[in-house]
């Protein structure tokens, strides 16, 4: 559904997006994380056509540069900071959007009660909560059903009920067989919403992994400097191989390349084997 392929983007002499690809499938759901600054948006407003870029993006099979149009037709948009008409009822404003987008007349209320907002219809969109508004916001993009959904830090200035509520929305949509295409940088929100996640630093692609493994992703680095016996080198080193460890002889010892908080879990597996450790060190890598 979507495919961004060594995507740049420069404001200036400043380099925001460097060289960052990644494919979302037809029905998948991927997490852009990372901090401010990291990127997410950028990339987001690259897709929507907004910024100028260097690089490829096609969304549903249609360059989102040379036919935009048509590849916007396939999405629906949820900003971060939401610009809805405050003076506008709640079924008005979807009413608006469902003109601008020719979809069915009473696609409206339907998508109002979808987001469970039937009881707000007529309140005025500006005397709503915040999760109300971000419900709305989303019950907006829904509208014309586009099969692909996207959505930049959805829950950032919602609280825990709102924002509990919003992505169990989300949940139900991908579930539906929606695309998702997600801004965060909650660790939970993306194990709710996400398949799979690129981490992004500084504009750059860090690692993409699944989303359950999102945690140890990126957790701080460390190398484990185990020193042992010349007699038991052989062994132990079969033994991390075999307790997945990436272990490399070195010297007197092995080094392990290993996320900090889970330093203890070579020893331990070592010392159950009855390998002795005779000297251990920790440094934090890059």
Known sequence: MIRVSDLHVRFGRSTVVDGVSFDVPDGGSLALWGDNGAGKTTIIRAVLGQVP???TITVG??????DGRAARALLGYVPQRLALYDELSAIGLLRFVADLRKAPKDEPSARLERVGLTDHAKKAVGALSGGMRQRLALAAALIGDPPLLILDEPTASLDAHARADVLGLLADLRTSGKTLLVTS???GEVRAVADRVVVLDLGR???EC???ALEAAIAPMGILRLDLSRETMDEALAVLAAAGFDARRNGRGVHIRIPV???AEPLS??????????DIALEESP
Request: no cysteine; net charge positive.
């Open 61 to 66: 099979g249609h360059d989102a540069r040379r």
């Open 53 to 55: 870029y260097r690089g």
């Open 205 to 207: 692609t860090r690692v």
């Open 210 to 212: 699944d989303a359950h």
């Open 185 to 187: 940088h909650r660790l």
């Open 269 to 278: 597996a070592l010392w159950r084997a009855g390998i002795d450790v005779q």
């Open 261 to 263: 908080g889970r330093r």
